[in-house]
């Protein structure tokens, strides 16, 4: 078995921005010359999130209006700090850090409207990675 991984980096512009990462998920799979085995997407941190979505402008702001829906802002929240981002929080718990996908014949298996999306839940402009890890042979 042989495992490969690769960072991805790149800036966002702050609450519920939503970064199409699918084409860097793919060349790394390509890259790590991995025939069959599994993908995890990983984003090392509190308030990101990874999600699959198909990428159509419509559906992806209705997905913005019901986390706003699901878990709003401003609620009184306990969790303080300078930011005053505890939705942040609780949005990128519902939503999870990591989707995983299975790499059959060296390709990502998704469906055909199936996309991977970063999702930035901070109320800030942020730096930011996702590991992605090929495991496989």
Known sequence: ???FTKELRFSTRGEIDLV?????VERAVEESRIENGQVLVFVPGATGAVV?????PG???????????LVPAGKGYLHGGIYDNA????????????????????????????????VELDVRPRHRRVVVQVIGE
């Open 52 to 56: 699959t979505i198909e990428h159509e």
């Open 87 to 118: 939705h942040s929080h609780l949005r990128a718990t519902i939503l999870g850090a990591s989707e995983c996908f299975p790499v059959v014949d060296g390709r990502l298996v998704r469906g055909t409207w199936q996309q991977v999306f970063f």
């Open 59 to 69: 559906l992806l702001e209705d997905f913005k209006m019901a986390l706003k829906e």
């Open 1 to 3: 078995m042989r495992v």
């Open 20 to 24: 199409n990462i699918t084409g860097e």
